[in-house]
C-alpha cells in the first residue's frame, strides 16, 4: 500500500541527497531526485534492515519498489543505478535516480449515472477537488479522489452507489494521462421517522428538533443538525443519533435517537474573573437543566464584585425546544454609575473617583424567537424599580416598558478569538405613566460591532454603539440612571473610567465645597476603530482610536482617545491588556486623562 502521507509531500525541484542507517547495518543515499520523490522512493523500500536476513531481503526488493515508487507519482520514464558498497561494519547503498519528465493529467473524464446526476453536491465537490488537470499524475491523489468522492456519496444516501469503471489511460510517448471513472450512485434513500428512548421530556417537544421531515433526501448534515440541536438543549447527559440504514423500507431509513438523562437534575459552576469596569469578580451559577416533562429549565447566579449581582431566568420553551422560548427574569444589582468629584482649591481642579452608587430591580417576562437566519427576536415587558442618590438627595424611580430586541451574531468560526464576524442589536423599549411609569418616555438603542482578517495575521476590529432616550426635557431628571446613557470603560471609551463620560451637575456639598456628578444623558454616540496584528498564535499586538460620548440635546462635545494593547489568546479567550489616553475633548482638564484597561473573553 502506498503511503499517503509521501504521497501528499509538497513537490521540491531542490535536488537533494539524503542518508539513514539503522543500527549500523546499513546506510542508504539517495541523489538525484527531489523532496517528494526522494520520500516516496524510502517509502516504499520500508524500514531499514536491523540483520544481515533483513538486509538481504531488503536489497532484493530495492527495483520492484523503487520502480512502484516512480510510477505512483507520475514518473514513468525515471530510471536509477545502484551501487552497494560493503564492509565489516556496515554496507552503503547509493541510488542516483533520473526522474525523466514527469506525465500529466490531461483531462479527467467524470460520469455520475443514477439519482445523483440532479445532485448539485457533486459538482460542488469537484470544483473544490485537489486532482484537476494539468496535475502531475499522483495515484495517492487519484485514489484519495476516489475515497471522498464515494464517502461523498454515502453521506447523501446513495448507499448502492458504486463506481462502475475506474481507468487511467497513460500515453507515455506525449507524457499525458487521462482519468476516467463512471459511478453509478443508483437511488437516493430518504429520511424516516424518528424515535427517541430514554427521554426525560415530553417526545412531542423534541420532534420540534428535527430539522426534516420523513421522506425528505438523506443527507447526515440533517443528522448532524439534530445531534446539535438536542446538546444544545442541555438535557441530556449522552445523545446518540443512530440512521438505521440495515432496517431501511422502500429506501427509507428510520431514525434512533438514544438519550440518557443527566444523572444530577441540578449543576452548580463556580467561575472567576477580572476586567477593569467591574474589578475581581466570583460567580455561583445553579442550573437545573430538566424541571419537568415539558422541558422547563431554569438558571439562577450570584455574582460578587464592585457590582454585586443576582439574576434568574425560568425558561419555557413553546412551539420548539430552542428557537421559541418564553423567558421569566428577576435581577437584583447593586449599580455603580457616574463620577463624583469635588474641586480642590489647591490644585484648581475637580478631583476624585467615586461613583454614584443604586439599588436596581427589574422583573421581565420576554417570548424569544429565534429565525433561520441566525436572527433573533423578543418581545415582551420589564418592569424596573431603582433607588439612588444623586446632588445628595435620595429618590426612587419606577418604569414599566415594554419591548423589542432584534439582534443577530454572525462568526467565522467556532473559536473564542474569531478571524472574522459581525454582531448587530436593535431594541425600542416605552413606557408611559398609564402603565405605571413615573414618566413618558421612548428609548432605542443600536450597536454594531465587525471583525475582519486580511492576510492571516492583520485583524480588524469595528464597534457603534447609539441611543436616544425620547422624553420631555421637564421629565429627563425623572429617568433612572439605568435607562440614561454614559460613556467610558473598557467597551466604550478607553482611557477613562466605567461610566465617566456624559452630562454634569454642578452642586454645593455640605461643607460648601463645588461638586461635579456626572449623571448620564439623553443620547449616546460611541465608535471605535482598532488594528490588531498576530505576532504568532497565542500573542497579538493592537492599536486603537475610540470616540464619541453621552450627551443632552444639542451639547455634543466628543471624546476621542488613543491606545494600544498587548492581547494573548488563551483557551478562554483573549486576555487583553489596553493603555487609553485622552487625546481630544479633554480641554477642562489640566493633566491629560489615562486609564489602563484589562478584559478577559471573546469580543462576539
Given at each position: 500500500?502506498?503511503?499517503?502521507?509521501?504521497?501528499?509531500?509538497?513537490?521540491?525541484?531542490?535536488?537533494?541527497?539524503i542518508?539513514?542507517?539503522?543500527?549500523?547495518?546499513?546506510?542508504?543515499?539517495?541523489?538525484?531526485?527531489n523532496?517528494?520523490?526522494?520520500?516516496?522512493?524510502?517509502?516504499?523500500?520500508?524500514?531499514?534492515?536491523?540483520?544481515?536476513?533483513?538486509?538481504?531481503?531488503?536489497?532484493?526488493?530495492?527495483?520492484?519498489?523503487?520502480?512502484?515508487a516512480?510510477?505512483?507519482?507520475?514518473?514513468?520514464?525515471?530510471?536509477?543505478?545502484?551501487?552497494?558498497?560493503?564492509?565489516?561494519?556496515?554496507?552503503?547503498?547509493?541510488?542516483?535516480?533520473?526522474p525523466?519528465?514527469r506525465?500529466?493529467i490531461?483531462?479527467?473524464?467524470?460520469?455520475?449515472?443514477?439519482?445523483?446526476?440532479?445532485?448539485?453536491?457533486?459538482?460542488?465537490?469537484?470544483?473544490?477537488?485537489?486532482?484537476?488537470?494539468?496535475?502531475?499524475?499522483?495515484?495517492?491523489?487519484?485514489?484519495?479522489?476516489?475515497?471522498?468522492?464515494?464517502?461523498l456519496?454515502?453521506?447523501?444516501?446513495y448507499?448502492?452507489?458504486?463506481?462502475t469503471?475506474?481507468?487511467?489511460?497513460?500515453?507515455r510517448?506525449?507524457?499525458?494521462?487521462?482519468?476516467h471513472?463512471?459511478?453509478?450512485?443508483?437511488?437516493?434513500y430518504?429520511?424516516?421517522?424518528?424515535?427517541?428512548?430514554?427521554?426525560?421530556?415530553d417526545?412531542?417537544?423534541?420532534?420540534?428538533?428535527?430539522?426534516?421531515?420523513?421522506?425528505?433526501?438523506?443527507s447526515?448534515?440533517?443528522?448532524?443538525?439534530?445531534?446539535?440541536?438536542?446538546?444544545?438543549?442541555?438535557?441530556?447527559a449522552?445523545?446518540?443519533?443512530?440512521?438505521?440504514?440495515?432496517k431501511?423500507?422502500?429506501?427509507?431509513?428510520p431514525?434512533?435517537?438514544?438519550?440518557?438523562?443527566?444523572?444530577?437534575?441540578?449543576?452548580?459552576?463556580?467561575?472567576v474573573?477580572?476586567?477593569?469596569?467591574?474589578?475581581?469578580?466570583?460567580r455561583?451559577?445553579?442550573?437545573?437543566?430538566?424541571?419537568?416533562?415539558?422541558?422547563?429549565?431554569?438558571?439562577?447566579?450570584?455574582?460578587?464584585?464592585?457590582?454585586?449581582?443576582?439574576?434568574?431566568v425560568?425558561?419555557?420553551?413553546?412551539?420548539?425546544?430552542?428557537?421559541?422560548?418564553?423567558?421569566?427574569?428577576?435581577?437584583?444589582?447593586?449599580?455603580?454609575?457616574?463620577?463624583?468629584?469635588t474641586?480642590?482649591?489647591?490644585?484648581?481642579?475637580?478631583?476624585?473617583?467615586?461613583?454614584?452608587?443604586s439599588?436596581?430591580y427589574?422583573?421581565?417576562?420576554?417570548?424569544?424567537?429565534?429565525?433561520?437566519?441566525?436572527?433573533?427576536?423578543?418581545?415582551?415587558?420589564?418592569?424596573?424599580?431603582?433607588?439612588?442618590?444623586?446632588?445628595?438627595?435620595?429618590?426612587?424611580?419606577?418604569?414599566?416598558?415594554?419591548?423589542?430586541?432584534?439582534?443577530?451574531?454572525?462568526?467565522?468560526?467556532?473559536?473564542?478569538?474569531?478571524?472574522?464576524?459581525?454582531?448587530?442589536?436593535y431594541?425600542?423599549?416605552?413606557?408611559?405613566?398609564?402603565?405605571?411609569?413615573?414618566?413618558r418616555i421612548?428609548?432605542?438603542?443600536s450597536?454594531?460591532?465587525?471583525?475582519?482578517?486580511f492576510?492571516?495575521?492583520?485583524?480588524?476590529?469595528?464597534?457603534?454603539?447609539?441611543?436616544a432616550?425620547?422624553?420631555?426635557?421637564?421629565?429627563?431628571?425623572?429617568?433612572?440612571p439605568s435607562?440614561?446613557?454614559?460613556a467610558?470603560?473598557?467597551?466604550?471609551?478607553?482611557?477613562f473610567?466605567?461610566?465617566?463620560?456624559?452630562p454634569?451637575?454642578?452642586?454645593?456639598?455640605d461643607?460648601?465645597?463645588?461638586?461635579?456628578?456626572?449623571?448620564?444623558?439623553r443620547y449616546l454616540?460611541?465608535?471605535?476603530?482598532?488594528?490588531q496584528?498576530?505576532?504568532?498564535?497565542?500573542?497579538?499586538?493592537?492599536?486603537?482610536?475610540?470616540s464619541?460620548?453621552?450627551?443632552?440635546?444639542?451639547?455634543?462635545?466628543?471624546?476621542?482617545?488613543?491606545g494600544?494593547?498587548?492581547?494573548w489568546?488563551?483557551p478562554?479567550?483573549?486576555?487583553?491588556?489596553?493603555?487609553?489616553?485622552?487625546?481630544?475633548?479633554?480641554?477642562?482638564?489640566?493633566?491629560?486623562?489615562?486609564?489602563?484597561?484589562?478584559?478577559?473573553?471573546?469580543e462576539?
Amino acid at each position: 500500500m502506498i503511503s499517503r502521507t509521501a504521497l501528499l509531500l509538497a513537490a521540491s525541484l531542490t535536488l537533494v541527497s539524503i542518508a539513514v542507517s539503522a543500527d549500523e547495518n546499513l546506510e542508504v543515499v539517495i541523489n538525484g531526485a527531489n523532496d517528494a520523490l526522494t520520500a516516496n522512493i524510502r517509502a516504499h523500500l520500508g524500514e531499514l534492515p536491523e540483520d544481515a536476513d533483513e538486509r538481504s531481503s531488503y536489497l532484493f526488493s530495492v527495483k520492484s519498489n523503487i520502480t512502484k515508487a516512480f510510477e505512483s507519482l507520475g514518473y514513468y520514464h525515471a530510471s536509477y543505478t545502484e551501487s552497494l558498497q560493503e564492509s565489516e561494519d556496515e554496507w552503503q547503498l547509493t541510488l542516483n535516480v533520473t526522474p525523466g519528465e514527469r506525465i500529466t493529467i490531461k483531462y479527467i473524464d467524470l460520469q455520475v449515472l443514477g439519482d445523483g446526476v440532479e445532485d448539485s453536491a457533486f459538482n460542488d465537490y469537484l470544483q473544490k477537488a485537489k486532482l484537476t488537470p494539468g496535475q502531475g499524475l499522483n495515484h495517492g491523489r487519484y485514489e484519495s479522489f476516489k475515497s471522498d468522492f464515494q464517502s461523498l456519496s454515502l453521506s447523501r444516501g446513495y448507499f448502492d452507489g458504486r463506481f462502475t469503471r475506474t481507468e487511467i489511460e497513460v500515453n507515455r510517448d506525449i507524457n499525458e494521462a487521462i482519468i476516467h471513472l463512471t459511478y453509478d450512485s443508483g437511488q437516493r434513500y430518504t429520511l424516516g421517522e424518528v424515535t427517541f428512548i430514554g427521554s426525560p421530556v415530553d417526545v412531542d417537544l423534541l420532534q420540534t428538533l428535527v430539522p426534516f421531515e420523513p421522506g425528505a433526501p438523506y443527507s447526515s448534515t440533517d443528522i448532524s443538525q439534530l445531534n446539535r440541536s438536542l446538546l444544545e438543549t442541555g438535557y441530556f447527559a449522552n445523545i446518540k443519533v443512530i440512521p438505521q440504514i440495515d432496517k431501511a423500507s422502500n429506501r427509507q431509513v428510520p431514525v434512533k435517537v438514544d438519550l440518557t438523562q443527566r444523572p444530577h437534575n441540578h449543576t452548580f459552576n463556580v467561575g472567576v474573573g477580572a476586567s477593569t469596569d467591574t474589578g475581581p469578580r466570583i460567580r455561583l451559577t445553579w442550573r437545573t437543566p430538566v424541571i419537568n416533562h415539558y422541558g422547563h429549565h431554569q438558571e439562577t447566579s450570584i455574582e460578587y464584585s464592585n457590582r454585586p449581582k443576582f439574576q434568574s431566568v425560568y425558561t419555557i420553551p413553546l412551539t420548539h425546544a430552542l428557537d421559541d422560548q418564553l423567558k421569566i427574569s428577576a435581577e437584583l444589582q447593586r449599580n455603580k454609575y457616574g463620577l463624583i468629584q469635588t474641586f480642590d482649591d489647591q490644585s484648581q481642579e475637580f478631583e476624585g473617583s467615586k461613583q454614584l452608587e443604586s439599588d436596581y430591580y427589574r422583573l421581565g417576562v420576554f417570548r424569544q424567537k429565534r429565525w433561520n437566519n441566525a436572527w433573533i427576536f423578543s418581545y415582551g415587558i420589564a418592569g424596573s424599580k431603582e433607588n439612588y442618590t444623586q446632588q445628595g438627595d435620595s429618590r426612587v424611580g419606577t418604569f414599566i416598558t415594554p419591548g423589542v430586541t432584534l439582534s443577530q451574531t454572525k462568526r467565522g468560526d467556532a473559536s473564542l478569538d474569531p478571524k472574522s464576524g459581525y454582531r448587530q442589536s436593535y431594541t425600542l423599549s416605552a413606557g408611559d405613566p398609564a402603565l405605571g411609569s413615573d414618566v413618558r418616555i421612548a428609548r432605542l438603542t443600536s450597536s454594531f460591532k465587525f471583525i475582519e482578517t486580511f492576510f492571516s495575521n492583520h485583524r480588524f476590529v469595528a464597534r457603534a454603539d447609539l441611543g436616544a432616550n425620547i422624553v420631555d426635557d421637564n421629565d429627563l431628571p425623572s429617568v433612572i440612571p439605568s435607562l440614561r446613557f454614559f460613556a467610558g470603560g473598557d467597551n466604550s471609551i478607553r482611557g477613562f473610567n466605567y461610566n465617566e463620560l456624559g452630562p454634569r451637575v454642578d452642586s454645593v456639598n455640605d461643607d460648601g465645597v463645588a461638586v461635579k456628578e456626572t449623571v448620564g444623558g439623553r443620547y449616546l454616540a460611541v465608535a471605535s476603530v482598532e488594528y490588531q496584528y498576530y505576532w504568532n498564535e497565542s500573542w497579538r499586538s493592537a492599536l486603537f482610536v475610540d470616540s464619541g460620548n453621552a450627551f443632552n440635546n444639542t451639547d455634543f462635545t466628543p471624546v476621542t482617545s488613543a491606545g494600544t494593547g498587548i492581547h494573548w489568546i488563551t483557551p478562554i479567550g483573549p486576555i487583553k491588556l489596553d493603555v487609553g489616553v485622552g487625546v481630544a475633548g479633554v480641554d477642562d482638564r489640566k493633566s491629560r486623562p489615562w486609564r489602563i484597561h484589562i478584559s478577559i473573553g471573546s469580543e462576539l
